[in-house]
């Protein structure tokens, strides 16, 4: 559930909905006392200032500081109410991740967010290998045949997309990998269709002893035809209810077999 105004590069960068004060925290929770006897299993991206895509330095001011006061009113409220005492009873998602400094991240992580977006990094980090790639090789991707080494020299090895899209993939690594690192929590890749798949439950409360997911499960994930992440912020791991499931057979070629 998306409560608030979340600004971007599709409508223009608006953080108008930062907050309303105590009638802001009011209003959040009521969402959550809607949704939770439906199911606790939701999160709630309540805006706090960010925005999607880029923008310009200082057209955005984070205030992740709003979640914790969030949760301190929904635990006062749950614990009048029911007698539990959730220290963090609101599972938050911080839409628009991309470009934030690293003491917000932290910031929002300690305050209850579970999950961030973080599309825009990722999308350009693909492109910089690509980019970078380019500018190295300049002078053979001008045609198939003929590079600084000779008019009858042939390129393929160069404009072959297989070789490009290794460099993507390269860029892609190295930023995950600051991700990853990101925040006191672990941080786990997961791949949408992993949320429907009852095998995989996500992380939540409402699972004391966390997930099997690790990195490499995204490779597991691919087999249902969806490749496109995630980045979760989880609890940190503790022994998993279950055995792991074991890893799928593999093609010829690395890739996961379909069921």
Request: hydrophobic residues 35%; positive net charge.
């Amino acid at each position: 559930m998306e409560i608030g105004i979340t600004g971007g590069v599709e409508d223009g960068v608006d953080n108008s909905g930062l907050s309303r004060g105590c009638k802001d925290v009011i209003y959040r929770f009521a969402v959550y006392k809607g949704l939770n006897p439906i199911s606790p299993m939701f999160t709630i991206a309540a805006a706090f200032g960010n925005v999607h895509g880029v923008y310009k330095a200082g057209n955005v001011v984070l205030k992740p500081e709003l979640l914790e006061d969030m949760q301190v009113y929904a635990r006062e409220q749950i614990k009048a109410t029911t007698g539990q005492d959730i220290e963090r009873p609101l599972n938050f998602v911080f839409h628009g991740g991309s470009g934030s400094e690293k003491h917000h991240i932290t910031t929002a992580l300690n305050a209850g967010v579970v999950k961030m977006n973080v599309d825009t990094d990722t999308q350009w980090a693909y492109w910089e290998g690509l980019l970078k790639f380019y500018k190295a090789k300049e002078g053979y991707l001008q045609g198939q045949i003929g590079n600084p080494e000779g008019e009858d020299k042939p390129n393929k090895s160069y404009y072959d997309p297989r070789k490009w899209i290794r460099e993507c993939e390269m860029t892609m690594v190295k930023t995950m990998k600051y991700i990853v690192k990101l925040g006191p929590l672990q941080m786990l890749v997961l791949c949408k269709c992993l949320y429907k798949s009852p095998l995989r439950p996500p992380s939540s409360p409402w699972m004391p002893y966390g997930t099997n997911f690790r990195l490499q499960d995204s490779y597991w994930a691919s087999s249902a035809g969806n490749y496109a992440p995630d980045i979760s912020l989880s609890r940190p791991l503790s022994p998993p209810l279950a055995p792991p499931l074991p890893p799928p057979p593999l093609s010829p070629y690395g890739f996961p077999r379909a069921p």
